[in-house]
């Protein structure tokens, strides 16, 4: 039987029996057998496919004491180790400095990265790794020194490139990465971000007073070792703040819009961007990892000597980060970029820092309860399912109650881990709520990911309905 008598092409698990001259599925509405234009493709609203992409991943207990044979079978000969002054002290960076000895790995060490990082810090991490020659980039520590060492072999092999030629659109120009990148080794300490796993890096933008960041899947590492003993060294809070992040990721990335409803179609599959939008693949990694926090994150909180907690905190955050690292987030997200962004006077218990500070994972679960109380409409059977995973008791919950339903459950959550009640215990107040809209408005690379559409005047209330918890 020959092509054009029987399409046998799947789309979205259905058949397409028909005549190549009538089929209209994607794969042949696009008309290539007719002259080679792609004229389906950019008539097409949305998108049809999703890509799925990840760090090479290595877990276990002690593990991080590998990388300087890792770094060997690289034939690495000039190593940026990029942390924080902080962890610079402290057993993860010794262990991974003993590793790089024991092997005779050359090495420079950058220990100025700003927990929160900023564009200045990212320049000035940028400039170190530009005056040096280096082969192999190896960050240890949380999220912020993940994404700064990102950003640093990402201009490092683009020297001739603005600054803000990578950084998302609309503050940025956005554009794709063309020239290949250093390998990257990421030993993550903390259990949240996902960073090892993600081609994204968050920072401060100054003078909008918001975070934005850089997306492209060129920058994701080569290789993420989770060595769970490093989560030990957390202070409370930030096993906290870090699970908070993990939480945000998995209920975010399970409710995003779908990837077939989103816009843009790309004319061309490098323009496909690294937030797709909910997916099968996603929804299998962000739903896993609903249950794990679910089981672990209290008692990895109360508990910073219970290692099997954080632990599996510290693999949630994995699952997490390649369930959201392709679907994408969405609100909580993209409204605690101006809450991190416009912080005032805050100094967040737990953290050793000589700046006002409003953790990234506290910053996103603030909001948390309104979002989903908002989103909840357009998704109702997913936000019950996350609730009832949470711990709710949904067997006689209406649809219509969904998100009041998940809302509360997060409040019971935020509650039993002593988290700041609302905006309001944060510094901010209700005249901040102008100049909170005006910095999400710019975050649309994942704020169009929310399954509802919004205004500013929702954005508003959505604010104000944070400022108090409980």
């Known amino acids: 039987m020959r092509l054009k008598d029987v399409c046998m092409v799947t789309v979205q698990n259905k058949f397409c029996p028909s005549a190549v001259s009538r089929c209209r599925c ?3 509405s696009n008309n290539f057998h007719e002259g080679g234009e792609a004229r389906g493709w950019t008539a097409r609203k949305t998108d049809y496919a999703f890509e799925m992409a990840s760090s090479n991943i290595r877990y276990g207990a002690g593990v991080s004491r590998e990388v300087g044979m890792d770094l060997q079978n690289l034939r690495a000969q000039n190593v ?3 942390t924080d002054q902080n ?3 402290l057993s993860p960076v010794k262990a991974v400095l003993e590793s790089l000895v024991r092997n005779s ?31 192999v980039f190896l960050a240890v ?3 912020s020194v993940i994404d700064t060492c990102k950003a640093a072999n990402l201009y490092a092999c683009h020297p001739d490139a603005d600054f803000l030629d990578f950084v998302n659109a609309p503050i940025g120009k956005g554009r794709p990465v ?5 390998p990257l080794i990421a030993v993550p300490t903390t259990a949240g971000t996902g960073s090892e796993t993600t081609g994204v890096a968050i920072f401060d933008y100054e003078p909008l007073k918001a975070k934005t960041g850089i997306a492209s899947r060129a920058i994701k590492p080569t290789l993420g070792i989770v060595d769970p003993e490093h989560t030990l060294s957390m202070p409370e809070r930030v096993a906290a703040n870090s699970g908070f992040d993990v939480l945000c990721h998995a209920l975010e990335s399970y409710t995003a819009l779908p990837y077939d409803q989103r816009a843009p179609c790309p004319s061309n599959p490098i323009n496909r961007p690294a937030y797709q939008g909910s997916n099968p693949i996603s929804d299998v990694w962000s739903r896993h990892a609903l249950h ?19 632990s599996n905190m510290h693999l949630a955050s994995v699952f997490a980060g390649i369930g959201f690292g392709n679907a994408g987030v969405h609100l909580c997200h993209g409204m ?17 820092v000589d700046h006002p500070l409003v953790p990234h994972g506290l910053s996103v679960v603030l909001t948390s309860p309104a979002v989903f109380t908002f989103t909840a409409q357009m998704c109702p059977e997913r936000h019950l399912e996350a609730a009832e995973i949470l711990g709710a008791d949904v067997r006689q919950v209406k649809r219509q109650d969904a998100g009041a339903v998940l809302a509360d459950t997060l409040r019971h959550i935020l509650f039993d881990l002593q988290v700041e009640d609302g905006l309001g215990a944060v510094g901010y107040n209700r005249e901040d709520i102008p100049a909170l809209v005006r910095g999400t408005l710019p975050q649309e690379r994942v704020t169009k990911l929310s399954p509802r559409e919004h205004t500013e005047e929702d954005l508003s209330r959505l604010f104000d309905a944070s400022m108090k918890l409980y």
């Open 292 to 310: 794990m926090v679910a089981k672990y994150l209290k008692r990895a909180v109360q508990d910073p000597e219970d290692l099997e907690a954080r």
């Open 105 to 135: 790995v050359q090495f420079k060490v950058y220990d100025n990265v700003r927990v929160e990082p900023t564009d200045s810090s990212f320049k000035d991490a940028i400039l170190f790794a530009k005056s040096h020659s280096f082969d």
């Open 80 to 82: 940026c180790l990029m």
């Open 336 to 352: 605690s970029y101006p809450i991190a962004g416009n912080v005032k006077t805050h100094s967040a218990r737990g953290y050793n």
């Open 87 to 89: 962890l610079s002290h």
């Open 26 to 28: 994607p794969a042949h």
């Open 178 to 182: 063309t020239e290949a990148l250093k």
């Open 141 to 143: 520590g949380g999220g």
